[in-house]
Structures are given as C-alpha cells and as structure tokens.
C-alpha cells in the first residue's frame, strides 16, 4: 500500500494558538512506545527495516499528515535562530550524504509527492507539497540556495543530528534542530557522545551509553537502525528548547485537572541512525510525534498502560524529563479507565 | 551542582605530569596555574626541548613568574598578561613538530582559551595535560541570548546580556569553553533563589 496517495496536509500550528491536531489514522499509527507497565533506560536499538504498511515504521523517513505544518515550524524557528543548524567546517561530505539520503528515501517511498532525476552529477528535485522544483549539481554548493543540508534539512520532518566518527567516538558536529526535547545544539555542538548525553541521569549508571556507542562505531552503510524514546510536553510545541525556555516554562506549571487530557502530550521520539557513504559520518534522525492524554485515551490500553509506566517512574527520570509539574494530574486523570486487570505485553492500540 | 547524578561533559582536571614518547613539550600557564608547573618541573624533566609560556595574573594569590624564573632556565618566556600567552602561543604553534605535548595550568577558562588555539592546529583536548588551579569560576554561556560571561562564582547569575537569572548548570561545551546558563525563573517569574558563591 502506498500512502502517499492518502495524505491529507493539514494546515495547523505548534505554537501560538497551537491548532494542532490528530486524526484518527494519525492516532493509530501513533508509535506507543510502553511494551511494559514499567519503564526504565535500555539500548532498545533494532533494525530499522520497513514495518507494517501504514505505520511510521514503514519508509526510512516518515511523511505524515503534519509534513507541511512542521517543516513551516521550523522555517519560524531558524528564522528566529540560526543558530539551529550548524555545520562544523570539515562536514560538507556528509552535507552531500544527507542531500543523497533524504533525496532518494523520499521519492522512492513517496513517488506522488518527491520526484528526484539524477545524470551524473545533475540533480534534479521536486518537492510537490512544498512547491519546490530545483536543478542543481551534486557536490557544488554553489547550485544550491543554501549549504546542502540545511537545503534537505528544510524539506524533511524531525530533527537530525549528524556525527563525525574519529577516535573511536562520535562528535555531534552537524545538525538543524528545531524541535528539541530541551536540549541545545548551539551548546552541544562538536560534543563527543558521552559529553552531548552527560546530563542523562541512569543511563550512565547503567551503562547504557558505553554499550550503544560500542554498538554504533560498527554500524554497516544500508543498515540502519532505530530505537523510541520518549517525554511529555505541556502544549503541542515542537519547539522546547533551552533557547526558548523562558516562553514555554510558564506553561509547564499550567495543567490542571481541568485541562490536562488537552494539554499534556506524549511526545515519542522515533530515533533512527545510518550510516553515511562518503563521509563514514553518521545521521542520527529525532522525528518526533505529538498525542495528547486525550488522543491516547481513544484506546483503554494505552490508557492503562500510560497511567502505570508514570506511577512507577523512576523519580531521577521524571524530573530529567521535566513531568515532576503534572505527572500527578495525568495518573489521577487515567485511573478511572485502569481497572487493574493485567495487560498483555506489546505495544499496539488494540 | 546537580544533585542525583554526574553529568559527564564536566571536564576532568588532574595533576600535571610530563608524558613519554614526546617529540617535544609545551606548557602554557598563568596565575596560580604557576605552582602547577614548579610540581611539574620538580619531576624529572624529558629529554626532549621543553617550551614554557606563563604569565602573572593580578587576580593570582601569589606570584609566580619569578620563582620559576630562577627554575627553569631554557625555553621560558615570560608574558605580561593571558593575552599575551595566548598570542605567543600562536605565534610559535607553526613551529611544533607532530607529537608535541602539551600542559596547560590555570583557571578553567584560561585552559578552554589555550585549547581553543591548540583546536586550530589539529590537537585534540585528550591529548592535553590539564590542571585547574586557583579558582574554581565558571564561564556561563546564556542559552538564551548566547553572551558568555566569565569569572562567575556564584549558583545564580544575572547575565550580562539579557539580565536574566540564570541557573548555572554542570554541562560544560569543551567548544563554547563554558557552563550552561538557563533561566532559573521561567516557570515562575520572580521566584528567584538566592545567588551562593560555590565557585569561588
């Protein structure tokens, strides 16, 4: 089944009024990220081969309903602050990387909506949605409006972090990020793995990020792979970043027992890596999807399921992730739907 | 000070100690930073040609300069400020042979200023001996407005730029050479925590 004929753009925003909204397919291919009542840090990292038709899973990068909303988002953030791409000088090969990868994922899994011709170096793109029709030639930077993986960057949802691999470490040293889960690539920028993720409380002590890095030197070109992480977010702001703390913090402390089923979000992150070509560099893609306590509560499992994972959070995690304001008013707002019955392991809808 | 948890971008300072299979040495100091290299020189020294760049610092609890003056009689040259450290460092990096190694004492952002021009020229901050000595004040980058203000010895700081408090935290960019600084009242405006002076 090919999606792309079925999606629907929907015009809405992320801030502001945030008119944001899911429909009902949105809901159901939300990637619920709880298997288990409990939860806890793991490596969590599988292949990231195409999944069951219709799901996020399905194509290396996702197109969704948002498409346009989030990539208009994201054009106000760098607009705002530039500072949220950055491209260390020595990463252009991997700017071309990225140019390759978001190009031809694209229109082989979306023909409708992304046409790419290559000859040679000549390059020719479109993006229907948004209106883009560009020739330009592989590798010269002066063909293109802008640095290459801004160009590619502005054309695809979610976040992406590009890491130069040397010394057997990886160095965030590229990135266009406007969509963070408040964390800050002006900051973190040229950080080698274990610096970026130091303010993680647990992983550490679990040893979590030594094993992941060890597993991520070794990551083989064509097989790329992806794990879920998650936090909450008060609104659907895509934008949380440190940056823009002082706009967004006032409304952590907003949620009552009112409004929290509108107001707090499960914001799931699909993280997925590869390894690039030329510049053995390796992209890291943060593509995060937004429901509210109100979307997810369409499904009693995910009710139940969501109202025990944050009854046994781990208190270091819940004040790392920021929910210590309203983690309370989500628990009390879902225990009418938890009957207590036992839920069997998974993490589909149904 | 973050409580629960160490936060792993938060440099590791240790003592200064000459390190073998060097094809020559570069020690980069100021302030207090001048007892780190006395330590060092009252090891026995490498055979290899030692070069020792230093300065006094007003804001030092002692001078140094003419101490190890009396001590280390080749290769020294005397600055009158960090600056000035910082300029003949530059000036003679060209000259430095692969496998150079390199020390460097002194405040944290007088060491992230000399790893900085040492970036330039390929060398990594692994590969530089670091000692922190003196004061323990911050560099706070502000995230918000991006100024970095530095000698900052207390929990809670106004930034220089914007005015706001910031909370400074221990997450360090080895590339900024500085502490995060964020908005310590965002969720509740005016609630401000008392500013203590725990870098001193």
Redesign the interface.
């Known amino acids: 089944m090919n999606m792309a004929k079925t999606i629907a753009f929907k015009q809405e925003t992320f801030r502001d009024d945030y008119s944001y909204s899911n429909s009902a397919e949105a809901i159901r291919r939300f990637p619920f990220p709880f298997a288990e009542d409990e939860y806890m840090y793991s490596v969590n990292i599988e292949q990231h081969t195409p999944g069951a038709p219709g799901s996020v899973f399905e194509h290396a990068i996702d197109i969704d309903e948002h498409y346009l909303a989030e990539c208009e988002d994201r054009r106000i953030t760098l607009e705002n602050d530039p ?1 949220r791409y950055i491209a260390l000088p020595h990463m252009m090969d991997a700017q071309w990387d990225m140019v390759e990868l978001v190009m031809e994922s694209l229109s082989r899994d979306y023909p409708d909506l992304f046409e790419l011709t290559r000859d040679g170096d000549n390059w020719h793109w479109v993006n229907k949605p948004l209106g883009i029709d560009q020739k330009f030639v592989f590798g010269d930077e002066s063909t293109l409006p802008m640095e290459p993986f801004e160009y590619v960057g502005r054309q695809v949802q979610g976040d992406w972090v590009v890491m130069d691999q040397r ?1 057997d470490d990886l160095f965030a040293d590229m990135g266009i990020i406007t969509s963070q889960a408040d964390w ?1 690539l ?6 080698s793995f ?6 993680v ?2 992983a ?2 679990l040893g979590i990020f030594d094993r992941a890095l060890k597993y991520l030197l070794h990551l083989q070109y064509g097989s790329p792979v992806r794990r879920l992480n998650w936090t909450m977010t008060v609104n659907p702001r895509l934008d949380t970043s ?2 823009e ?2 706009l967004w ?2 409304d ?2 907003s949620v009552t027992a009112d409004n929290v089923g509108q107001k707090v979000h499960l914001r799931v992150e699909l993280q997925a890596l590869f390894r690039l070509p030329r510049s053995n560099a390796m992209a890291f893609s943060i593509r995060g999807y937004l429901a509210s306590i109100d979307d997810l509560k369409t499904y009693p499992r995910w009710a139940k399921r969501l109202r025990r994972v944050l009854t046994n959070l781990h208190p ?1 995690l819940s ?1 790392y992730k920021g929910l210590d ?1 309203y983690r309370q008013l989500v628990i009390d707002y879902l225990a009418p739907m938890d009957d207590g019955a036992e839920l069997e392991l998974g993490t589909h809808p149904e | 000070m973050e409580r629960g948890y160490w936060i792993r971008s938060k440099p590791l300072y240790d003592s200064l100690v000459w390190k073998q299979h060097a094809t020559g040495h570069v020690v980069i100091a100021e302030g207090d930073g001048g007892i780190a290299v006395l330590k060092l020189f009252q090891q026995m020294c490498p055979r290899e040609p030692i070069k020792l760049l230093f300065a006094d610092d007003a804001s030092a609890s002692k001078k140094y300069a003419d101490i190890i003056t009396k001590l280390v009689p080749e290769g020294l040259q005397v600055c009158e400020s960090g600056e000035a450290v910082l300029a003949a460092l530059r000036e003679q990096l060209p000259d430095c042979l692969m496998g150079t190694q390199f020390y460097v004492a002194g405040s944290e952002a007088f060491i992230w200023a000399v790893l900085d021009e040492l970036k330039v020229f390929g060398v990594q901050d692994r590969n530089v001996e670091k000692e922190l000595s003196g004061t323990l004040a911050r560099s706070v980058y502000c995230v918000h407005c991006k100024t970095t203000d530095k000698n900052v010895h207390h929990s809670i700081h106004q930034c220089s730029g914007c005015g706001r408090h910031l909370f400074v935290r221990d997450h360090f960019s080895r590339r900024l050479g500085a502490y995060m600084g964020v908005m310590v009242d965002a969720e509740e405006p005016g609630n401000i925590p008392a500013a203590e002076e725990i870098y001193p």
């Open positions: 500072g010394d800050s002006a900051f973190d920028a040229g950080m274990k610096e970026w993720h130091g303010p409380p647990q550490n002590e440190p940056e703390y002082p913090g006032p952590n402390v270091d004040e304001n």
